[in-house]
Structures are given as structure tokens and as C-alpha cells.
């Protein structure tokens, strides 16, 4: 392997390990993300040889001041100022890349490299930023040392510095070596990373990341969630049912084996009571304090943990904050996802129309537990009149809504029976269409309702509500998520921003709220594939990563006291086996099986030794076959070289000692001896042979064996006189 080669291989793959640390951070958009990826691989493709071209060299002093004036730009028009703080330490990575020339330049590659893994770690700190770390951790080493090594042979170089032949450093010729750098020498330097990631895996469990929330700069980036919002506006579409990021997992005991691969999870977020005409929202936005007790929230009653069932949930940090709760919830119980900032508490509120948000001071989600009510247990909210009249309000509706509304429900004679006759209708009279055809009409309900017959859920929720409200039965829009897919390896359901859903609860005398859904099954349910290879290995990289969120990013001082309590019983748990073990020998077999223990010992040494000796001299026979052709043409061309210094001997032009071949023919020539030019010709073949790894050919020896022949009968100058 080249050692040129192999510098610049390792050099640019920790520049592309730093990027993409600070590219799995989020920070940057999709489409800025595959610009900077384009740039990063053109800056990696220039040639070695166009790096010292004129162009490029003012290009390395222009581009850097470029870059800063753009960002400064962006930063004035309103940019945030991590993003283009990010951008911008990419920006002067890719422009040392392409305009490199040296090894200065290479340890600055370096150098930004390093920079950029730091600051991945206080942005991102994600399973892909893990990866990043980890074979950064490996090729670190080995491009250390071979940087240093190259400036070493540059700076020698340019100081003007000779070999031991007397020749001038020709680093090109280095740089073209394969004797520098070899698998050795590879797998030896990667080695290093060993205890490099055994120390700071030590520090990492020793020292936990406690309230370190202020460098947590990153932000939730969120976009709308068509399903799931503060304000449905039905001619609007934003992030549709194809959006794969997940929202949060839910982990449901007691499920059947084998677990379903899809469950209707019916995760409530918020309600919205309000319609005019194009969009729902809350007609109040007040909140109410819970009931709480420590961690506990308590939503109809205390829980009884032996009695209710529970469900598990870890929530991504989303805007708005909202907890998602599923049907039949009684209390709930808050916990921070990894160590809360200076030790403070999330707070709990109540909002008027039943959803529960939380206030994080360091935004990086929550994790809770929701405890259920039993299949016999009843709980009915009840309303007021003046409420009863809010969940009827109606918007200037046209008389065909009017008219649809009472032709649907008007046999009907109980409210339970209009909401089920409403529901059926829309569920088989009408179709699921993510494009929604109705949203850029003037009234999007009744183009929904007479023209396309076709929307997403929020046009399905939305006519039922507005239509029960016409035939006199209260109604509430309500948004959060369907369910998700199973993850068969995490043991927990995957809930994305795709499952987003929006449905009805209608408020039945005698029953209280009841939940109805009027979208297709079509539209109802997860859209991921849960069979095949790429979902096989989606659940794995889902779980892999929630697990390195558990374990890494969320480690606190709670997990270390967890781990260590787990380590110390463990020990004692070996420890009484290992003296009940002892307690069970007889005494008299005790020195025994001792001896018998140290001979099998002692075995193994020996056989371990064995089988080194035979390895090593395996190698050294294996080195000598394949040394052996080079050993000979060294020694022929070392035996040609005996050969003219017995010729310059005889004719008085012998070389001492201490001066080296090449230097001794340059001294012939400024003596003028006859034989200097044959002399020069012979010493030049055999360096370029020795060290040169340039072996002679035969008819080449014939030649330089003519040569010394010449020498030999060459004579010296004659010494002036005095």
C-alpha cells in the first residue's frame, strides 16, 4: 500500500466521519444535507496534482471569507444561528478538502474534523452519531500518525536534507513507498482505538451526564401533521400520512403471541369545539391545575397499580406539548427522558377540553405511564347547559348540509342512533383521498359532501361533527394518533407522525362521551409495511436506536445507581455460588483438585506457547520465500558495486569508509579521473537498485560489468608538482 495513498484515504474519511456527525444532528434540512453531501464528494474527487494550481490557492483564501459573509446573510434574514453556524463549519471542511496541498493543510482537515465530532456530540448524540464516533475512533490513530510522519518528510525535504546515500530526499518517491505503511501497521494503529473507547467508556459510566440541558442547543423541528394540531384547517395540507418520523412508542403488556402488527391505539391529544366554516379551534385556551401527587397526575381517580393495566409510553419532543393518552385513562405517572435540568420537575396542565400538556424546561420529550380503567368501570363526564350550547354552534352552513343532516338522522330516535347512522354513511358512501380535492374550494365541507365525495380525516371528522349538530347532539373534533406498527424487536409499537388521525366524540345521554370514527378503514390505520426485509431492517435500526437513547444519551445518575446496584448483587450472587461450590468438597480433595487445576493450566501455557513457536516460524519461512527474489537482485547489484570499488583500488580512486558512494562519485568528477564518468554510470544503477527497489537486468550487467572493466584500466591524473 502506498503510503501517499493511504494518508489521504484515512484523511479524507475522518473529514467525511465529521461531517456526517454534524449532518445526523437534524439541524440541516433535507436539501441542504444532499448539497453539502454533493460538495463534500466533488472536494474529495480533485486531484492531488490540481491542488497546487494557481486558481485553486486563491480560492482557499477568497472561499472561507465567502462562506462567513453568506451565513452572516442568512443569520440577518431571520436563519437561526446554530443552523448557520453548522453550515458554515461545514462549508470550510469541504473548501480545505479541495484545496489541500500538503501535510499543514491535511492536519487542519484534521483538525475540523475533530471539531465537527465534538460539536455532533452536544447537537445530535443519536445511533448514527454512535457509528460516526465509533469508526472515527478506529481510523484516528493511524491518520495521526501517518500526518505526522508526512510533515516530517515534507519539512526535511524543504530544509534540503540527504539520505544515507548522500542523495536529496525525494519525497515523491516516499510518498510511492509501500514499505512505509502495511497491514501491520493498519491493524496495529486501529488496535489503538481499543483502549481509546475503553477509557472513555469509564468516564462515560463513572461521570453521568447530569443537567447538561444547556447544551442541548437542538430544537424539535415539527412540521404541520395533518390528524394532530392546535388548528385544523381543512384547506390546508401539510405533513400527510407518508411521514415515517416517529412520534413516540408505546409499549402494551398482556398482547397475545404472536403480538398483532398493527393495534388501534386511538392515542387522544387535544379536542377543538369551534368551526367557521373552513377550519376547527379551541374557544378556550385556559388551564386547569391537575391533582398530583409526586409523580402521579391524576386524571379521573388514584391508580391501583395491582389492579389497573397500564401502558408504557416515550414521547419525542413535538410542538405543541402534548400528552397522548389512550381510551379509559385514570391516572398517569410523569418521568423525564434522562436527568431533568438543575433537578426540576415537569409540569402538568389541564386544558378546557380535556387533553393534558406538559412543560419540560430542556424540551427533550417525556416518558409516562398511563394506568387504565376496567371493561366494568364507568366514568360520565356530564355537561351544562351552557356547554351543551358551545358543542352546538354552528357556522352559516348551505341548506343542502341542512337538509343532508336531517335526511340521515331524522328515523332516528335516540342520539346514539344518529351517530351510528351518520358514521355508516360517511364510512361507505365516501372515499379516502390523501390529495383531499376539497381543500382549495371556498366551502371545503360541502365540496367534500356533494362534489368530491373524497378528503382525508379531518373532512370525514369534521362532516360528522357539523352534521350531528344540525340533528341536536353535541359534538367535538378530536386529533391525535391511530396506532402504530410493531416492532418485533423493541417489543413496543412504533407510532410516526403518519399516524396522525382525526375523529368524532359525541356526547350521548347516560353514556357521556363516546368516540366515533367516520374515516374509511382504508384511512384508519397505519400505512407502513410491517412484512419484508427493509421492515425487518427498519425495526432493527428502531430498536438499536432506542436503546442507544436509553442507555447513552438519557444516562443519568439514576441508571449509574441502577447499574452499580445491579454489578454489586450479581458479585454476591458469585460469590455464595463460588462458597457453596468450596462448602460441597470434601477437605481431602481439596489439594488435589487444586493440582489437577494447575496442571490443565499449565497444559494450556504449553500448548499456547507451542503454537506461537510454530506460527512465528511458519512467518519467517513464508518472509524469506517471499523476500528471496528481492535479496537477490540487492546482492547482485551489491556484488557489482564490490567489484568497481576492487577496480577503483587498483587505480588509485579507492572509496574510504566513511564517505557515502554517491558523494565519492561526485568527487571523481570534480577531480576529473578518467574512469569518473563509468564510476558515476555504476554507482547511480546500484543506489537505484539497493534503495530503489528498481532490480538490474541482464543486459543491463553486461554493461555495467564493461564499465568496470574500464575503470580497471583507467589511470589516475597525474598531482602537479610541490
Known sequence: MRFGLVHRVMTNLLAVLGVLALLTSGELGRTTSVLIAIGLAAAIAVPEKWQTHPSLQRLATVAPLAALVVEVVRLLSGAPLLQTTVEFAIALQIIRLATRRGAAQDQQVVVLAWLHLIAGTVLGGGLA????????????????VLSHLRREVEGNYRQGARDRTGLPVDVPRILRSRRVVGKSFLALTSLLSVPIFLFTAVIFVMFPRVGLSLLL????????MVGFSDHVDLGGVGTLRTDPTIVLRVEVPGLADPPPQRLALYLRGTAL???????????????????????????TRFPSPAVDRSMRFDLEPIEPTVLFLPPRTVALQIRPRGEPLFGSTIEVVRGAEGEFKYLSPDQRGVAYEAFLAGPNERYIETINDQQRARYLQLPKLSPRVTALAHQWTDDASTDLQKALTVEAHLKTEYTYDLSSPSGGAADPLYDFLFVSHAGHCEFFSTAMAILLREAGVPTRNVTGFIGGTYNRFGKYYSVRQGDAHSWVEAYIAGDGWKRFDPTPASGAQSLMPTTGMLATLRDLLEAMGKTWDHRVVQYDLQQQLVLFGGMRARFHSFKSSMSGMTAKLPAAKEPAALGLVAIVLLSGVVAVVVVLRRRRRRGAALERRGSSEETRAIREATSLYEALQAAMATVGAARSPGTPPFAHAQRALLMRHPAAEDIQLVTERYLRARFGEEPIRAEEKSSLEQCIRRVKQARAPNKPAG
Open 129 to 144: 452519531y454512535g457509528l460516526c464516533f465509533a469508526a472515527f475512533l478506529v481510523v484516528a490513530p493511524g491518520a495521526l
Open 217 to 224: 442547543l437542538q430544537r424539535p423541528t415539527t412540521g404541520r
Open 273 to 299: 369545539d369551534t368551526y367557521d366554516g373552513r377550519a376547527w379551534f379551541r374557544s378556550s385556551v385556559g388551564r386547569i391545575p391537575v391533582e398530583r401527587v409526586g409523580s402521579t397526575v391524576l386524571v
